[in-house]
């Protein structure tokens, strides 16, 4: 089955700065990949995501990255304010069976430091 | 802050009972969705269910069940015979055949 691994597990930055979180996958029939953003205490939230027939996709500060055949796709924040403090979760998805199949990451969680 | 909701918040399991988790969508999803959460381990798929009164086994179904009896409804339940049940279970839906996750709160569950 598909195998995604997510580093790093912690990852502080100054405010302003930028932060990088990198994924790798095994399964070479995903297609999609998603990054759901995790607040203290709330529901996972979809914050941008990538199909297999991009290279890179950019929304405001956030940008994803998507290498095929490395098998490699990493999540970009420029310029981090305290407020983008959580956890992230990378994920890769294929169809299965007629169902999309969703495996997730171990997740990487972000403090801003003002 | 509609979509999905999950009840309780908080629940607490004795040895050997069973415990329901319930999770209700007002989102007309056709796909709904139950992992689990661990510290460190991400979430982890324990059941799915594309239509009303289908579903099947995700990753780590073993000491759990499901129903769908309706469409806005999927609640799990946990079993005696699930050894380690303390985690946080998310529940979340989709459009059928799309690919972005609506989730649910979550229910913390620990064990007495």
């Known amino acids: 089955g598909e195998n995604v691994e997510q580093h790093p597990s912690t990852l502080s930055v100054q405010e302003g700065d930028s932060a990088v979180i990198k994924c790798t996958y095994s399964d070479s029939a995903s297609n999609y990949f998603p990054w759901y953003k995790q607040e203290l205490g709330k529901r996972p939230q979809l914050i941008i995501d990538?199909?297999?027939?991009?290279g890179e996709k950019k929304d405001q500060r956030i940008a994803v990255t998507l290498n095929k055949t490395a098998k490699h796709f990493s999540l970009h924040i420029t310029e981090t304010q305290p407020e983008d403090s959580a956890v992230y979760f990378c994920?890769?998805?294929?169809?299965?069976?007629?169902?999309?199949?969703?495996?997730f990451g171990t997740g990487t969680k972000l403090q801003v430091i003002p | 802050d509609g979509g999905i909701t999950q009840s309780p918040k908080y629940l607490f399991r004795k040895e050997g009972q069973n415990v329901t988790l319930s999770c209700e969508q007002n989102l007309n999803h056709d796909a709904m969705y139950w992992y689990r959460q661990d510290p460190g381990q991400g979430l982890r798929l324990i059941y799915y269910?594309?239509?009303?009164?289908?579903?099947q086994k995700g990753d780590i179904a073993e000491g759990y069940s499901v129903s769908r009896e309706k469409k806005e409804s999927f609640p799990l339940t946990v079993t005696s015979a699930q050894k380690n049940p303390t985690a946080f279970y998310l529940c979340a839906s989709s459009l059928d055949r799309k690919e972005k996750l609506f989730f649910g709160s979550g229910t913390q569950l620990s064990v007495l």
């Open positions: 269910s594309q239509i009303v009164n289908d579903f």
């Open positions: 994920a890769a998805s294929k169809k299965s069976g007629g169902y999309q199949k969703v495996t």
């Open positions: 990538i199909r297999s027939n991009v």
